[in-house]
């Protein structure tokens, strides 16, 4: 089964404004990573937090890691229209297991 | 320039016949992995291998095979025993330590007709 939930799986917003969304794991992890798929293409990674940090930003992506709650969150600022895309977090298992959630699509309309 | 590539781009194939998707990276990484994603789902992980010579079954390896004679070369093989082959198919690799980030390609399109 896969590990990560995301929530929700469809978000819809626009340009200017801020998008969040949710990911739940089941086990424990190492770190956790968040990734992008524009439609019909490859993932493309945006940014990895550990299992002993709170929180990382990387421009205008911000993530928390709650690991007593299991749960993640990504939030981008100030949407752009280009930030349309679906967003997945995965969580490494140990030994390269990477598992992916089920992913939240975003649309951000002009 | 340093990637991994997926071929082909799109494929198809008659009910009843095995088909060989290619996966190469040329990233020197150890792990590679093999997922499928359905319209509008997420990604299921289908094999993945730590390294040359060794791979391990994820959720969903039944009617499917890999092999990994070379780190470069991590190919899926989608058998006739695979009930519903239609999906997405995408690779992926990645360095040591476990966990850090994966590289994918583009993607193989499989169509049964």
């Known amino acids: 089964s896969q590990q990560g939930e995301e929530d929700p799986q469809a978000l819809s917003i626009q340009e200017g404004e801020n998008a969040t969304m949710n990911c739940s794991y089941k086990?424990?992890?190492?770190?956790l990573q968040w990734y992008r798929q524009n439609s019909g293409r490859g993932l493309v990674h945006l940014i990895l937090?550990?299992?002993?940090?709170r929180e990382k930003h990387s421009g205008r992506l911000r993530v928390t890691l709650d690991t007593s709650k299991k749960s993640s969150s990504l939030l981008i600022t100030a949407s752009r229209a280009a930030d349309t895309a679906s967003y997945f977090c995965?969580?490494?298992?140990?030994?390269?297991?990477?598992?992916f959630g089920t992913g939240t699509r975003l649309l951000v309309s002009p | 320039d340093g990637g991994i590539t997926q071929s082909p781009k799109y494929l198809f194939r008659k009910e009843g016949q095995n088909v060989t998707l290619s996966c190469e990276q040329n990233?020197?990484?150890?792990?590679m992995y093999w997922y499928r994603q359905d319209p509008g789902q997420g990604l299921r992980l289908i094999y993945y291998?730590?390294?040359?010579?060794?791979?391990q079954k994820g959720d969903i390896a039944e009617g499917y095979s890999v092999s990994r004679e070379k780190k470069e070369s991590f190919p899926l093989t989608v058998t006739s025993a695979q009930k519903n082959p239609t999906a997405f198919y995408l690779c992926?690799?990645?360095?040591?330590?476990?966990?850090?980030?994966?590289?994918f390609g583009q993607g193989t399109r499989l169509t049964v007709v």
């Open positions: 992926a690799s990645s360095g040591r330590p476990s966990g850090t980030e994966a590289f």
């Open positions: 086990t424990s992890i190492n770190n």
């Open positions: 937090i550990r299992s002993n940090e």
């Open positions: 995965a969580t490494d298992e140990g030994f390269q297991k990477l598992v």
């Open positions: 990233l020197n990484h150890d792990a």
């Open positions: 291998s730590q390294i040359v010579n060794d791979f």
